[in-house]
C-alpha cells in the first residue's frame, strides 16, 4: 500500500538558545544567520523543496522576530521599491497566505513535548519535523531524501549519523537491525546513552517523519533524559508497531546548535559563494599563516 503523502512539517523553534547567550538574550537562535539567511529559512527552504505544503511554528515568548521575517515587511518594502531596489532576494521569505501556523509552547519542557503542542495542527497525517540548529547541506535536501525514502518503506522515518563513540553520550543512537544501503531498521532508540553503553553509534539527528500515532504516545510521555519530555523515548514506544527506518542523509550537517559548528557552517557555506569565496579565501590563508608563528612558539 502506497503511504500517505507527508504534507505537514513542525518546526519546534521554541527553545531558549541558552548556549549562544548573550546572542540570543532578545533574538530567537533561529534567526542566526549563516552568511545572510537565518538557520529557520534555510530549514523551511528544504521543507518546500520537499513538497511540504503547511509549515507549523512551534514557538515561545520571545519568538516574534520568527513570524516577522515570513511575513510582508510594508516599511523594508517601500522604500527599497522607491529607491529602484530589487524585491527578489525577500521572494523565500514571503510564505504563501494559509500555509503557515503558529502554536505557543507554553513551558520548555523538551522537543517531545514540543511536537505535542502541535497535535491538533497536524491531525491525522503523517508529518516531518525539522531542527533548525541541525543545519543539513546535500543535493537533494535532506528531508526529501527522507520522503524519497520513506515513500518506499513507509512508517517512521529518522534521519541517521555515524559519530565518534565519544560522542555517543550527546546523541538518541539507533539499535540497528538490517540495513539496505542507506535504509536502516531501527530495533530500538536510546536516549544519551551513558559513555561506553551506547548499541551502535549511528545517532539521531534533527530530521524525522513520524505517523499521528506519536502523539497519542507523547501525551502519557513521562519525563526522561534532562528532565524533559523526550521524543525519542516516544519513538521508541511506537517500534515494533508500525515500520521503522534510519536514513543515512547523503550530505554534510553543521551542529549550528554549538558554536563551533555554527561557525564552521558560516565559513563553510561563504566559501561555496561565488561573491564572497575568493575574499573569504584570502582572510583565512592570511589568518591562519599568521597562526603558524605562533604556535611554533
Known amino acids: 500500500m502506497t503511504p500517505k503523502r507527508v504534507r505537514k512539517a513542525v518546526f519546534p523553534v521554541g527553545g531558549l538558545g541558552t548556549r549562544f547567550l548573550p546572542a540570543t538574550k532578545a533574538i530567537p537562535k533561529e534567526m542566526l544567520p549563516i552568511v545572510d539567511r537565518p538557520l529557520i529559512q534555510y530549514a523551511v527552504e528544504e521543507a518546500i523543496e520537499a513538497g511540504i505544503e503547511q509549515l507549523i511554528f512551534v514557538t515561545g515568548r520571545g519568538k516574534a522576530a520568527i513570524e516577522d521575517h515570513f511575513d510582508i515587511a510594508f ?33 520548555p519542557m523538551g522537543l517531545g513535548h514540543a511536537v505535542w503542542c502541535a497535535r491538533d495542527v497536524v491531525g491525522n497525517e503523517p508529518f516531518a519535523v525539522l531542527l533548525a540548529d541541525d543545519f543539513m547541506v546535500g543535493r537533494p535536501g535532506c528531508l526529501k531524501q527522507m520522503i524519497d525514502a520513506y515513500e518506499q518503506v513507509g512508517g517512521n522515518v529518522i534521519c541517521a549519523e555515524t559519530v565518534p563513540d565519544e560522542q555517543t553520550h550527546r546523541y538518541g543512537i539507533i539499535t540497528p537491525g538490517t540495513r539496505d544501503g542507506a535504509l536502516t531498521q531501527v530495533k530500538g532508540l536510546v536516549e544519551k546513552p551513558a559513555p561506553g553503553t551506547a548499541p551502535s553509534n549511528l545517532s539521531v539527528i534533527g530530521r524525522y517523519i513520524l505517523q499521528p500515532e506519536v502523539m497519542g504516545v507523547l501525551a502519557s510521555q513521562e519525563k526522561g533524559a534532562g528532565g524533559e519530555i523526550q521524543l525519542t523515548d516516544a519513538m521508541s514506544r511506537m ?8 536514513l543515512t542523509f547523503a550530505g554534510t550537517r553543521y551542529d549550528c546548535g554549538d558554536k563551533a559548528g555554527f561557525l564552521h557552517a558560516n565559513l563553510a557555506m561563504a566559501l561555496e559563494r561565488e561573491d564572497l569565496a575568493d575574499e573569504v579565501e584570502l582572510f583565512a590563508s592570511q589568518l591562519l599563516a599568521a597562526r603558524q608563528p605562533r604556535r611554533a612558539a
Open 239 to 246: 517500534i515494533g508497531d508500525q515500520p521503522f527506518h534510519g
Open 75 to 107: 516599511e523594508l518594502e517601500t522604500t527599497m521599491s522607491g529607491r529602484g531596489k530589487s524585491l527578489e532576494i525577500l521572494d523565500r521569505t514571503r510564505l504563501k497566505p494559509g500555509a503557515v501556523a503558529y502554536v505557543r509552547q507554553q513551558e
